[in-house]
């Protein structure tokens, strides 16, 4: 197994790693909205905090020798599923490749953020 670590994601706050790489393909952790230069949490709606959960998750994919043309299956998370339709216009800008998916509400995410994504994608 090869761990990923990039400086263009926010770092992991707790005992994980960014990615990781094993059998040819590369398991993201969930990123959440986190601008990673400032270490906060900036956007305060969902169209706002998905652009930097996917600004995120590109620099970790591309750090792990992938991108998300090479997505095979996402999960999503959403505080409210009342953002579901707002997540998605963003969500298909950057997923255009349509991998599988699972998108569920949750009760509470880490820092009160309102969306987490996770990947597992084909690394060449």
Same mark, same amino acid.
């Given at each position: &197994?090869?761990?990923? +670590? $990039?400086?263009?994601?926010?770092?992991? /706050?707790?005992?994980? +790693?960014?990615?990781? =790489?094993?059998?040819?393909?590369?398991?993201?952790?969930?990123?959440?909205? /986190?601008?990673? %230069? $400032?270490?906060? #949490?900036?956007? @305060?709606?969902? #169209?706002?905090? $998905?652009?930097?959960? &996917?600004?995120?998750?590109?620099?970790?994919? %591309?750090?792990?020798? +992938?991108?998300?043309?090479?997505?095979?299956? $996402?999960?999503?998370?959403?505080?409210? /599923?009342?953002?579901?339709?707002?997540?998605?216009? =963003?969500?298909? !800008?950057?997923?255009?490749? @349509?991998?599988? !998916? +699972?998108?569920?509400? #949750?009760?509470?995410?880490?820092?009160?953020?309102?969306? %987490?994504?996770?990947?597992?994608?084909?690394?060449?």
């Amino acid at each position: &197994m090869n761990k990923i +670590s $990039t400086n263009k994601a926010p770092s992991a /706050i707790g005992p994980y +790693s960014q990615a990781v =790489v094993h059998a040819g393909l590369v398991y993201t952790s969930g990123q959440i909205a /986190i601008n990673p %230069e $400032t270490g906060n #949490v900036e956007a @305060k709606d969902i #169209v706002g905090q $998905t652009e930097q959960v &996917m600004k995120n998750l590109g620099a970790v994919l %591309e750090a792990s020798g +992938s991108s998300f043309d090479k997505a095979i299956k $996402t999960t999503c998370f959403l505080a409210e /599923i009342a953002d579901f339709g707002a997540f998605n216009e =963003v969500y298909g !800008r950057y997923f255009s490749s @349509k991998p599988a !998916r +699972s998108c569920v509400a #949750v009760k509470d995410l880490p820092k009160g953020v309102l969306v %987490e994504v996770e990947v597992i994608a084909i690394v060449d």
